[in-house]
């Protein structure tokens, strides 16, 4: 079926290589695309600098937006919402795949399935390749949950979907009803911004954002945040929110995407009574918070936590970008400037500037 550029990552002490590979003929239920854009996620900065480790030779990248290039047999003829699909079609993907038949998938957690495949994260073997989005093409499987999207998205904006976006959406589901609620979000980098304007679209009274990075914070402000407290000053996060909440003396909800233990304990204090707080930051080895118990029952707080999301948060992420991609400027978050060549300069780009995402064209629109 012809050839294809891939970006193979060995290992932290290596660059990326540049490579070509040919195009296997696609399996049952496969479906090929031709990807046009990657954006870089955080894990992708991690496994690149090995802070994280991958299976390896692979290929990172897995917030990707591409079309629909060719069916493989038996391939999916309708996307998550029932649309058809046909060849061109613009899609976003999960970043999982994994058989909904299983206990987890049942319950609502495909992404804890036993069988879970995970794009960019996998291994390239002679039976598995083109999983990762630093490549021309990517091999959807069966059971990949598919969104055909709005031609009318930005390339950029419309590769964060399917992990930044749908991890959020995944996020204010665990949260529940946010309307009428006063909201904390506790780091603004990538995740914590778009919470921000999802919490504010999903109706929340009033909502806070922290982060010991000022820049960010005013950023922030853009994406529907009533008072930044920037905690770096010297100040406690207590003080500072009874300082600017205008009378508030709790928040009902806290979304952590910070991770910090300090900045989760920190926040938990502020919830009053009923309040509920997410844990989505997390993601790595680090000391145990100190909760206080009597407070968690007295209060009757609520503690979820959030690891990836489901079919259901890919859906609300794309709904949300289609609706609110003229109210919020989610195209300043991504730094658009290098081609699949570069990859190499991508991330020592990202990992240098430490912005928001670093996208890389991959195959221009047709
Ligand atoms: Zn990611």
């Given at each position: 079926?012809g050839?294809?550029?891939i ?5 932290a002490?290596?660059p ?10 696609l399996?049952?239920?496969?479906i ?29 990248g ?17 996307d ?17 795949a ?24 996998e291994?390239i073997?002679?039976?598995?390749s ?35 976006v ?16 006063n ?8 995740l ?10 999903n ?73 509920t ?9 680090q ?14 707080l ?23 991609q ?41």
């Open positions: 079926m050839t294809c550029k970006v193979v990552f060995r290992s002490d290596q990326l290589a540049l490579t070509e590979t040919v195009i296997p003929l399996k049952e239920k496969e090929l695309i031709r990807n046009e854009y990657a954006t870089l996620c955080r894990s992708d900065l991690y496994t690149y600098t090995g802070k994280r480790i991958e299976k390896n030779p692979t290929i990172l897995h917030e990707i937006v591409g079309r629909i290039e060719a069916f493989g047999p038996g391939a999916p003829e309708r998550l919402r029932g649309n058809s699909l046909k060849i061109g079609d613009r899609i976003t993907w999960a970043i999982f994994s058989n909904p038949e299983s206990e987890f998938s049942k319950m609502g957690m495909p992404q804890k399935a036993e069988d879970l495949f995970k794009y960019g994260h291994q073997t002679p039976d598995s083109l999983h990762g989005g630093l490549s021309q093409f990517t091999i959807l499987r069966k059971h990949t949950p598919i969104i055909k999207i709005s031609e009318s998205l930005a390339l950029p904006v419309a590769a964060i979907i399917n992990c930044a749908a991890t959020v959406s995944g996020a204010i589901r665990v949260a529940g009803n946010l309307s009428g609620k909201v904390l979000i506790c780091g603004t980098g990538m914590g911004i778009i919470a921000c304007a999802m919490a504010r679209s109706g929340a009274s009033k909502v806070f954002a922290t982060d010991t990075n000022a820049e960010r914070l005013v950023i922030s402000k853009e994406f529907g945040v009533d008072e930044i407290l920037e905690t770096n000053s010297g100040n406690s996060l207590k003080d500072l929110f009874l300082e600017k909440s205008d009378g508030l003396k709790s928040i009902h909800t806290l979304i952590d995407f910070s991770g910090s233990p300090d900045a989760m304990e920190e926040a938990f204090g502020l919830l009053g009574i009923g309040g707080a997410v844990f989505i930051g997390a993601t790595f080895p000391r145990k918070i100190q909760i206080d118990a009597e407070q968690v029952v007295r209060k009757i609520t503690i979820k936590g959030l690891h990836n999301y489901n079919e259901q948060d890919l859906d609300t992420a794309v709904s949300f970008i289609e609706e609110n003229g109210i919020y400027p989610f195209e300043k978050l991504i730094y658009d400037g290098f081609s699949l060549e570069q990859s190499n300069e991508a991330f020592l780009y990202a990992l240098e500037k430490n912005d928001f995402r670093v996208g890389i064209t991959i195959n221009s629109s047709k």
